[in-house]
């Protein structure tokens, strides 16, 4: 067939202009997203939970049975432990992917996520007190306007997290119009209830882009965009890819499907690890760290690249030894974090590396500082992975570099981008050289067992 090459254009990714950042709410969706179990005092902690057989429970006999790490909030006064608020968790996406679906199209802004591979969006299945939310206005989805939607009889999804929260509905397939592309025959999930802490998001669904085997589809899991595009040959091989571009306005943010972009990449390669896709994460080595040029070895550590994880988690050895780098950081028990001065000068702040496989990528000084809290200090953009064993390097690390997720190559790689900050310089100690800090102008393109896990991602 004829290369598609030609049609190719970057993908528009929103930056949410209503996101305010909240640091431990941001920590809080990554603690419950991964099942994390705090190892920093806070107000969260992991507990077990007994439930009553309910009107939803699967156990019969009305007994009690023990569900084993929950996370619970600690009341401050009596510290007696009770669920999680969903107004507690950050279910408000930094980044949103523009794509359309259906015939005439019908244009979503989806919450764009390497962490799951669902893709799910509001619909007019949804009773419809749950079609907007408070101040939020979906795109809701309306199959019955598509002349190309056909229904999968049979077939459900359901994302849950272990506190109870979920989303589900069924299921069809329509064509999804993206980056250029049109994808046929995509499986759409469609919403037919959503928890509170689902439905308070900005995004009109969610766009999973992890590996096809967490899918959450039964009795059959459904191919991911990327799957699809890569069988129907809508990209070509050798750019079995997709690549993000996380910048910090709507206007130098872009991801792309089946090429890298060169005025994005400056014309440099970019530095690949294989990936381990068996959890169906996008997930590598990062066996050392480096702190103002000063190396710390990290045996066996690995870590997951998630677009839909705002923070950049990592160990907490490695983590002390980057805040004992910044005057007067401390660890505030209020916020479960680290945080520093907000008179710290940009350029005072570490340079701090993290491997992608071989190579080193600095976290650009500018992204230190997450979150103002008023009290003189900010929340840190990096943070505690808790009792999680892979760090995850979330928004925070992936605004740094321009990132590809080579599916065909089951690799990930990186290329640094320059910091935006005078006296912050990308990495020396990489021949993966530096690209304009701003995205430039759009250029030519170039060319296991489902379900191991106790929680489902998103």
């Not at 929103?14 to 190892?39: D, F, M, Q």
């Not at 059959?220 to 910048?247: C, H, K, R, S, W």
């Not at 030894?321 to 028990?333: E, M, R, V």
Request: hydrophobic share 30%.
């Amino acid at each position: 067939m004829a290369s598609p090459m030609a049609n190719l254009t970057r993908a528009t990714l929103t930056r949410n202009p209503h996101h305010k950042r909240n640091g431990l709410k941001s920590y809080v969706h990554a603690l419950k997203k991964y099942n994390i179990g705090p190892t920093i005092d806070g107000p969260y902690v992991m507990v077990n939970k007994v439930h009553q057989q309910g009107k939803f429970s699967k156990k019969v006999g009305g007994k009690a049975h023990v569900q084993g790490h929950i996370l619970a909030k600690k009341d401050a006064t009596t510290g007696q432990t009770g669920d999680v608020p969903a107004t507690d968790v950050d279910s408000n996406a930094e980044y949103l992917a523009e794509v359309g679906i259906g015939t005439p199209v019908q244009t979503l802004n989806l919450d764009f996520d390497t962490g799951s591979a669902d893709l799910w969006v509001f619909s007019t299945e949804l009773p419809a007190s749950e079609q907007s939310s408070g101040t939020t206005k979906h795109t809701i989805f309306d199959p019955s306007k598509s002349s190309t939607w056909k229904a999968t009889s049979g077939s459900t999804w359901n994302i849950s997290y272990g506190d109870g929260s979920t989303a589900s509905g069924d299921v069809g397939t329509d064509n999804l119009t993206v980056g250029g592309l049109v994808v046929k025959n995509q499986a759409i999930e469609l919403a037919k209830t959503l928890s509170s802490s689902f439905a308070s998001g900005p995004g009109d669904g969610l766009l999973g882009l992890a590996w096809g085997s967490i899918n959450t589809v039964t009795p059959t899991p459904v191919a991911t965009p990327v799957e699809n595009m890569i069988t129907q040959d809508d990209i070509t091989q050798g750019n079995e890819l997709f690549t993000a571009y996380l910048g910090s306005t709507t206007e130098d943010s872009f991801y792309t499907f089946g090429y890298i972009d060169q005025t994005a990449s400056g014309g440099v390669t970019p530095s690949y690890a294989k990936v381990d896709n068996s959890q169906g994460f996008w997930m590598f080595d990062s066996t050392s760290a480096s702190i103002n040029g000063k190396t710390i070895a990290r045996t066996g550590n690995t870590s997951i690249a998630d677009t839909g994880t705002t923070l950049c988690l990592i160990d907490d050895t490695t983590l002390k030894a980057i805040y004992d780098a910044i005057p007067g950081a401390t660890l505030n028990s209020q916020q479960q974090g680290y945080v520093f001065p907000t008179s710290t000068a940009t350029a005072d702040l570490p340079t701090v590396e993290f491997a992608v496989g071989d190579t080193l990528f600095q976290v650009n000084k500018e992204n230190f500082a997450f979150q103002d809290l008023g009290d003189g200090t900010y929340y840190g953009g990096i943070q505690s992975r808790g009792d999680q064993n892979f760090d995850i390097y979330g928004d925070v690390f992936l605004r740094s570099v321009y990132a590809v997720f080579d599916q065909g190559n089951t690799q990930f790689g990186c290329i640094q981008r320059e910091s935006t900050t005078s006296g912050s310089s990308g990495s020396t100690t990489t021949g993966s050289g530096a690209t304009p800090a701003a995205a430039p102008a759009a250029g030519e393109g170039e060319s296991h067992k489902k379900h191991h896990h106790h929680h489902h991602k998103f």
